[in-house]
C-alpha cells in the first residue's frame, strides 16, 4: 500500500513550512516589504511573463506552501472545505480524514492547519497580484500588459470574494459589519491592520472586476486556465449575486455564458468533470502529471474522485459521499441521479468502465463498486461517481477541476431574474436548461418548493461538489441542515449529524493564530458555539424537507 495510514496530527501552532516567505513573518493581510517587490516591468510585457503565470499557483499546486501535508492545496482545497462544511457533501469520520475537522466544524480552532491555509491561500493571490500590479505604471497601454493586469485583479477579487464569505454572513444586512483585512501596499503599518467592512471589500472587488472586464477585451487566451472576458464578467455575477444586485447578476451572467453550451445528457452520463478542455468549462485549474508529483495526495483526485489509485479516497474509503436527504430529492428521471452510486452501490455512470489494478486484477462495470485491493476499498453508499479520472484507476493525479462552468451562469440568470422581478423568465430559463441537458420530465414546480429553494436545489445538484456549499448557504440565509431528526435520515458520520441555524456565529470562520499574534487590530469572530451531536433536529431548509 502506497499510503501510510495513520492519524493525521492537528498542529498545535503554526506548522513550519519548508519553503521561507514573508508570510511567515509578517501578518498574512499585510503587504509585501519594498525589498520584495518585483523590479519594475513597465512597458516591458516580456519581464512579466514569468511573475504572471505564478499568480495562478495558489489556485491548486499541490504543497503550495511546503507543508507536506495532504490538505495543502490551495483554493482547490478551500472549495473542497467549503462543500464539507456544507450539508451535502461528506466523508467518513476516521482515522484518515484530513479533512474531519470540516465535517466537526473544528476548523475554526486557531492553532489548526486547515484554517490556516484557508487564510494564507487568498491572501498569497492577493499578494502576488498587489506585487505584480505594482510592476506597472498607471497610464499603461500596452495590449498584452493590459490583459495580464485584467487577470491579476480577477484573481485579487476572486480572493476576496472567498474570504468576505467565510469570516461574515451573506452581504445584504451585513454591509457594514467585518469582514477581513484590506491588504495594500497603502497599509502603513501591517500590524495594526483592522477588518475592513464588508462594504469596503465589495467596492474592491468590483473596481478590480470592472477593470478586468475592460482590460480583458478582445484577449484570446491561450488555455482555460487563465481568465478572459468571459470568466471576468462570471466572476462579476457572482459579485453581483452576492449584493443582491440581481438585475446586474443576470446581465452579467449572460454575458459570461456568450458562445458556451452546457454538458449534454450523454456527456454528463459518465463520469466527467476531469479536462479543462471540456466544451462547458469557462475557467478551472489545469493540473499536470509533473505538477502532482510534487505531492499526489494533495489533489482533488486524491479526495473527491472515487477512481484515483493513488488517494485517499480509494485507499481509505474516505469516500466524498453526497447526504442522502439530498439524494433521495433527485428524480429518477434526472441523469445527475447516477453522479453517486446508491444505496446498493449502483450507479449506471460505472457501465461500460474497468478498474485494471495488474497483478492485484481487475473489474468492470457495476463490479467496480466493490471491488477491493491494497489501493482501493469498496465504495460506500452515495459514493460520488461524478468525477472521473483517466484512466480508470489512474496513479498520475492529473485531472483537472473546474472553476466555473456554463450551467452555474445560467443558474444565476434563472435565480437573478426571478428576484430582480421577473420570475416567469428565471422559471423559463431553469425549465430549459434542466429539460434539454438533465431530465426531459422537469418541471420547476413539481418539487412543491418555492422557485428561490427550487433553484438553490438546482445548484446543490448541479453544483455539488465544485465548492459553492457553505457560501450559498449563507448567501441566501438559510440554515445548514444535515439531517432530518432522525440518525436514519441520513448517511452523516454521527460526529457530523447535526443542524445549525443561518443566524449561528460558528458558521463565521476565526483568524488563526498567524494573523492574530502579529495583526493587533483584528478583533475576532465570535458567537456560537461547536456543534453537537444531533443538535437542532427540527431544523429544515426548504429544499430537503
Not at 143 to 160: T, V
Not at 387 to 398: R, S
Not at 442 to 467: H, I, K, M, N, P
Not at 506 to 532: A, H, I, Q, Y
Request: with cysteine.
Amino acid at each position: 500500500m502506497k499510503l501510510t495510514r495513520y492519524i493525521p496530527v492537528l498542529f498545535a501552532g503554526l506548522v513550519l513550512a519548508a519553503c521561507t516567505d514573508m508570510n511567515e513573518i509578517k501578518p498574512q493581510s499585510g503587504t509585501m516589504l519594498a525589498s520584495q517587490k518585483q523590479e519594475t516591468i513597465a512597458a516591458v510585457p516580456s519581464r512579466a511573463s514569468a511573475s504572471f503565470a505564478g499568480l495562478f499557483r495558489p489556485l491548486g499546486n499541490p504543497n503550495y506552501f511546503g507543508y507536506g501535508t495532504p490538505d495543502d492545496y490551495g483554493v482547490l482545497m478551500m472549495l473542497f472545505c467549503n462543500d464539507l462544511e456544507s450539508a451535502d457533501a461528506t466523508a467518513s469520520d476516521n482515522n484518515y480524514n484530513w479533512f474531519s475537522v470540516c465535517g466537526e466544524y473544528s476548523s475554526r480552532t486557531a492553532s489548526y492547519r486547515n484554517p490556516m491555509i484557508r487564510y494564507r491561500t487568498p491572501y498569497m493571490i492577493i499578494a502576488n497580484a498587489n506585487d505584480f500590479l505594482a510592476g506597472f505604471p498607471e497610464d499603461v497601454t500596452e495590449e498584452s500588459s493590459l490583459h495580464m493586469i485584467g487577470q491579476a485583479k480577477a484573481l485579487r477579487a476572486y480572493a476576496y470574494m472567498l474570504l468576505a464569505s467565510d469570516f461574515q454572513f451573506c452581504y445584504v444586512g451585513h454591509e457594514q459589519d467585518p469582514a477581513v483585512p484590506i491588504s495594500s501596499p497603502d497599509i502603513e503599518d501591517p500590524t495594526h491592520n483592522p477588518r475592513a467592512t464588508m462594504e469596503q471589500i465589495y467596492t474592491i472587488v468590483m473596481d478590480d472586476l470592472d477593470s478586468a472586464v475592460e482590460c480583458l477585451e478582445g484577449y484570446e487566451r491561450p488555455t482555460k486556465k487563465y481568465i478572459d472576458q468571459n470568466v471576468a464578467y462570471g466572476l462579476r455575477a457572482r459579485a453581483n449575486l452576492n449584493m443582491g444586485k440581481y438585475a446586474e447578476a443576470a446581465a452579467d451572467a449572460e454575458k459570461a455564458a456568450a458562445g458556451y453550451e452546457p454538458a449534454s445528457v450523454e456527456e454528463v452520463s459518465k463520469p466527467s468533470f476531469q479536462d479543462i478542455s471540456e466544451h462547458n468549462w469557462l475557467w478551472g485549474y489545469d493540473m499536470t502529471a509533473d505538477e502532482a508529483k510534487a505531492f499526489r495526495y494533495a489533489t482533488t483526485s486524491s479526495w473527491l474522485r472515487s477512481f484515483s489509485a493513488w488517494a485517499y479516497a480509494a485507499g481509505t474509503a474516505t469516500y466524498t459521499c453526497i447526504n442522502k436527504i439530498l439524494y433521495d430529492k433527485i428524480p429518477e428521471s434526472d441523469v445527475r441521479k447516477g453522479w453517486w452510486v446508491n444505496a446498493d452501490l449502483y450507479s449506471p455512470l460505472l457501465d461500460g468502465l474497468t478498474w485494471d489494478a495488474g497483478e492485484a486484477g481487475s473489474a468492470s462495470g457495476q463490479a467496480i463498486a466493490d471491488f477491493e485491493y491494497d489501493d482501493k476499498l469498496a465504495f460506500q453508499p452515495y459514493t460520488n461517481v461524478k468525477f472521473g479520472c483517466t484512466p480508470i484507476g489512474t496513479t498520475d493525479n492529473a485531472e483537472d477541476m473546474p472553476l466555473m462552468r456554463v450551467e452555474e451562469m445560467i443558474l444565476i440568470q434563472a435565480e437573478a431574474y426571478a428576484k430582480s422581478g421577473n420570475e416567469q423568465k428565471g422559471r423559463q430559463i431553469l425549465e430549459n436548461f434542466v429539460k434539454t441537458y438533465r431530465d426531459p420530465q422537469y418541471s420547476a414546480s413539481a418539487g412543491g418548493r418555492s422557485f428561490a429553494d427550487e433553484v438553490w436545489f438546482q445548484r446543490r445538484v448541479e453544483l455539488w461538489g465544485e465548492g459553492f456549499g457553505i457560501h450559498d448557504t449563507k448567501r441566501l440565509n438559510k440554515p445548514m441542515v444535515r439531517f432530518l431528526g432522525t440518525a436514519e435520515s441520513t448517511n452523516v458520520s454521527p460526529a457530523f449529524r447535526y443542524n445549525i441555524a443561518a443566524d449561528d456565529g460558528w458558521l463565521n470562520m476565526r483568524f488563526n493564530n498567524g494573523e492574530l499574534n502579529t495583526n493587533f487590530s483584528v478583533v475576532d469572530n465570535t458567537g456560537g458555539d461547536l456543534p453537537k451531536m444531533d443538535q437542532n433536529p427540527t431544523l429544515r431548509d426548504g429544499v430537503t424537507d
